[in-house]
């Protein structure tokens, strides 16, 4: 197990009691013997969410415009949270022990500070499948990159989370990252507040950078896993090459369809 010793562990960063008190054993150990639940979780947000679609077909839409908000809302503020921890944490390792040693190492999972966040990440990807009620409820386009997202990204958490895999610290700091500006984004939306069209672009773009990263990341693991200080597996590294490449071209047409051509359609239309 590659991990840093406590001294290098020190961070100049103060943790909280909770933080403290977090018994990530106990956390791994529940992991280990329960991530298959995932696809239990997988399967019931699917028929809810498609058989849901068939019930609200003949019904009119929700307006849900305040759950929507405190839902956004709670969310922003965990993800800003979660990436201001995780990201102190990271700095710290990039800091004093280079970019090889934040990607192999594995005190991400037990370390001061991070050992909670990184528990509460895979646990919130549960919930977060919540996300989904609201586009149902309220009649609006489901998106296949949604509510694959949502099912992958859920079962991969809970399969790595459970062996403590390498890259795991990149992987959730910068999915915290861009959760706090997504959900920030859809709770001042869902507020009735007019957010500048920029903003969009850069959450989309910060999402194609996220990606990009995994696959960096995933591959840079693979290299340095030939040399024995870099714990992972290859059905793992495997797993997550497939998924941050599906996420790379699904966001990246997303980006296409939702900002570039509609802009060159919307040109052309006034040319004519």
Known sequence: MNLLNETELRLPLAEYGFERRFDERGAIEWMQANWSKSFVFSALYAALVFGGQHFMKPRPKLNLRRPLVLWSLSLALFSIIGAIRTGCYMFHILSSSGFRQSICDQSFYNGPVSKFWAYAFVLSKA??????????????????????????????????????????????????????????????????????????????????????????????????????????????????????????????????????RRRADGKTAKAE
């Open 127 to 260: 919930p977060e499948l919540g996300d989904t009620a609201f586009v149902v409820l309220r009649k609006q386009k489901l998106l296949f990159l949604h509510w694959y997202h949502h099912i992958t990204v859920l079962l991969y958490s809970w399969y790595s989370y459970k062996d403590m895999v390498a890259g795991g610290g990149w992987f959730m700091t910068m999915n915290y990252g861009v959760h706090a500006l997504m959900y920030s984004y859809y709770a001042a939306r869902a507020a009735g507040l007019r957010v500048p069209r920029p903003f969009a672009v850069l959450i989309t773009s910060a999402q194609i950078s996220q990606m990009a990263m995994g696959l960096t990341v995933s591959g840079l693991v693979y290299r340095w896993m030939q040399h024995g200080d870099c714990p992972s597996r290859i059905d793992n590294i495997t797993w997550a090459a497939l998924m941050y490449l599906s996420y790379l071209l699904l966001f990246s047409n997303f980006f296409y369809q939702t900002y570039l």
